[in-house]
């Protein structure tokens, strides 16, 4: 039977409505999965003992956060300078992406659960690289008072970092400063510091009882080269970090642009993409998917224990390894 006209409109009012409820519903439910974001800027001006005593007093108002994830910047970025804020880009989960190197860490963490909470961590990281590499130990050592204030406050609560090339000196700094546990899990994507400091960090010991994901992949080689040869530490202070492979238990590297890995991340559902292209810094957070291993690691644990990636990239890693070991040897 032929519907009338009257009939057709009413027809297409219930449809619109009900995809305008849904919608709605849908950007409620998202709302409220999307991380609780605080924000914390190292070095600004404002000090630092002020700032946690403003975000412990945000926490209070909500319910114990199921988990702490400390976001770090790497180089180029700072909290004072409006067009270079990681607040407004990617540490806002619901920032417009300028362009891919600010894509939205809290966004991308879009299967954490509920409860958790990032933390945007800011530090001046623009100017002279020499500046900032003698600026990110500073920022480390305020790191470390904040995560010291969090485990004072929470003390069952699991706080974890992760961070993007020079963010992961601070957070080698910060280990000197902290105990054995005050962190439970890190991730170092394309880090950007010398071996020396690195072993003298992981010596310490929250370094050998934070449970490290080192991210690696030739398209980042020629970046590690090059710092590698700056020798912003000084001479004598060893390879870049993702030149060579720590032997530790509690650490171990992925090499995102190797299919075997890729492959063996897909078998136990974790779907990563794979490379896009031949030089990039920044794809340890931009690649497809990337944020599912990182949301396993970080929020599922037991879902994914590191001996399950050492054993993965175990037999996965000798050419890359090899390649790596040669392109990071100035002669």
């Not at 956060?65 to 067009?83: C, E, L, N």
Request: one cysteine or more.
């Amino acid at each position: 039977m032929a519907h009338t006209p009257q009939l057709s409109l009413k027809i297409q009012e219930t449809v619109i409505c009900a995809l305008y409820f849904l919608g709605h519903l849908r950007a409620t439910v998202l709302s409220e999965m999307l991380m609780k974001v605080a924000r914390i800027n190292s070095l600004s001006g404002a000090p630092l003992s002020e700032q946690i005593a403003e975000l412990e007093a945000q926490l209070s108002l909500q319910e114990t956060p199921s988990a702490f994830v400390i976001m770090i910047h790497g180089y180029k970025f700072d909290s004072t300078q409006r067009h270079h804020c990681p607040h407004a880009t990617m540490f806002n989960p619901s920032a417009v992406e300028q362009d891919y190197r600010t894509l939205s860490w809290p966004d991308a963490f879009h299967m954490a659960p509920a409860g958790s909470c990032a933390i945007g961590f800011s530090w001046p990281a623009r100017g002279r690289l020499k500046s900032v590499y003698d600026l990110a130990a500073r920022a480390g050592v305020e790191l470390g008072q904040l995560i010291k204030a969090l485990r004072s406050n929470y003390p069952k609560t699991p706080i974890h970092l992760m961070a993007h090339s020079m963010g992961a000196r601070v957070v080698l700094r910060a280990f000197h400063t902290l105990g054995a546990g005050n962190i439970e899990r890190a991730i170092l994507m394309f880090p950007a510091e010398y071996e020396v400091p690195s072993e003298a960090a992981l010596n310490t010991d929250a370094g050998q009882t934070c449970e490290i994901l080192t991210i690696a992949s030739r398209e980042n080689a020629f970046y590690e080269y090059l710092f590698s040869w700056m020798n912003l530490a000084g001479h004598q202070m060893g390879r870049a970090f993702g030149g060579y492979q720590p032997s530790r238990t509690n650490h171990v590297t992925v090499w995102i642009d190797r299919k075997e890995i890729i492959d063996a991340l897909h078998s136990m559902d974790i779907q990563v993409g794979t490379r896009k292209r031949r030089l990039c810094h920044w794809s340890a957070y931009t690649r497809t998917g990337i944020f599912n291993l990182y949301a396993r690691w970080l929020f599922h644990p037991r879902q994914l224990p590191i001996t399950t990636l050492q054993r993965i990239t175990a037999t996965n890693t000798t050419r890359s390894n090899e390649f790596s070991m040669a392109l990071h040897t100035p002669a």
